[in-house]
C-alpha cells in the first residue's frame, strides 16, 4: 500500500506537471448499469476487507458532460487501475474517457492496469466488435463523440491488449 506521503506528477501529458498524492491504492472503473450491484460491488467490499483503498465512483456524482473534475483527481491520486470491461461499457462516454485518462498515467507514470473482461471476449474490446462495435457506431452518430472516438479506440485497443482476468458468461 501506498504512504500518503507519497508524491506523483500529475497523468495529464497536457497538464502543468502539477504534484498530487497517491490517495488510493486501486481505482475500480467499470459501467454501474452492467456490474455495480453485483460484481464490482462485492470487488469493493473484498478490497476494503483487506485494507485496501479503494476508489469506487459515486453514484451522485454529476452525470453527463466532461468527466467530472474529481474523479480525474481520483484518477491522478490512484495507484493500481483495475476496469471491468462489461457488455455495455464502452456505451458509456463516460467509461471511455476514464479510460483514455488511465491509458495516459499507464503510459506516462507506468501505473499498473489490471483488465477484468466480465461477460465480454477481450478481442471485442482490442478490436471494438461485438457490443463494442455497436457502441461505436452509436457514439459516431453524435457530433460531439467524433473527436474523441479515435482516443477511446487506441485506450480500449492498448488496455485490450493487456494480460487480465476473462470471466466468461458461462461461468
Not at 84 to 102: P, Q, T
Not at 139 to 149: L, Q, T, Y
Request: hydrophobic share 35%.
Amino acid at each position: 500500500m501506498t504512504s500518503a506521503n507519497t508524491q506523483i506528477i500529475s497523468c495529464s501529458p497536457s497538464s502543468s506537471k502539477s504534484t498530487h498524492q497517491l490517495t488510493y491504492d486501486v481505482f475500480l472503473s467499470f459501467r454501474g448499469a452492467d456490474t455495480r450491484y453485483g460484481f464490482t460491488n462485492n470487488l469493493y467490499e473484498e478490497l476494503i476487507s483487506y485494507g485496501i483503498h479503494t476508489f469506487r465512483d459515486d453514484e451522485e456524482l454529476e452525470r453527463g458532460g466532461e468527466i467530472a473534475s474529481e474523479l480525474l483527481k481520483a484518477i491522478e491520486e490512484s495507484k493500481i487501475f483495475v476496469i471491468i470491461f462489461s457488455e455495455n461499457y464502452a456505451a458509456s462516454g463516460w467509461c471511455l474517457d476514464e479510460l483514455v485518462k488511465i491509458s495516459q498515467c499507464m503510459e506516462t507514470e507506468k501505473r499498473l492496469i489490471l483488465p477484468i473482461f466480465y461477460h465480454v471476449d477481450p478481442s471485442h474490446v482490442r478490436k471494438q466488435r461485438g457490443s463494442c462495435e455497436k457502441a461505436f457506431v452509436d457514439h459516431e452518430k453524435e457530433a460531439e463523440n467524433r473527436k474523441k472516438i479515435q482516443k477511446w479506440r487506441s485506450a480500449l485497443t492498448k488496455v485490450g491488449n493487456l494480460a487480465g482476468y476473462d470471466l466468461p458468461k458461462d461461468r
